[in-house]
Structure formats: structure tokens, C-alpha cells
């Protein structure tokens, strides 16, 4: 993966409960919050870091609406 923390995997987003979904969505919230802050002030060192985690708050929203309309599980059946 290019861009984005290698703890949040799609594949390994996939195995974590809805809960953890939830917990993981909200940690990452806070820390663009933390990272618009340090630009807005000057402070950020790693710009790079906004668009990763960006792109892992997409990721986990995906992996939710996947489970919510249930797609996940329809192709890990069919696949069986």
C-alpha cells in the first residue's frame, strides 16, 4: 500500500468487529483534527500524513458500507 498506516489494511480492516471499526474511525478522526491543527498553525512536519490519513478514514468508511449492504460476505460465499 502507497499512502496510509499499515496497520489499516483493507484485509485487515475486513477482520476487525464493528466496534473496532468504530473505535478505529474515531482515533483517525482525531488525528487529522490534530494534523489540520498543527498546519494551521505552522507546526506540521509531515504533510504527507493528512492525505494518509485521509485515505484511511475512506478505507474504513468503505469496509462499514461494505457491511452494511453486505457485499463482503456475498463474495466470501460465493467464492466457497
Known sequence: MA???KDLAPAK???LSDESLAEELK???AELFNLRFQSATGQLD????LRAVRKDIARIYTIMRERELN???EKA???A
Open 3 to 5: 499512502v496510509g498506516s
Open 13 to 15: 480492516l475486513r477482520e
Open 27 to 29: 482515533k483517525a478522526k
Open 46 to 49: 509531515n504533510h504527507a500524513r
Open 71 to 73: 457485499i463482503g460476505v
Open 77 to 79: 460465499s460465493e467464492e
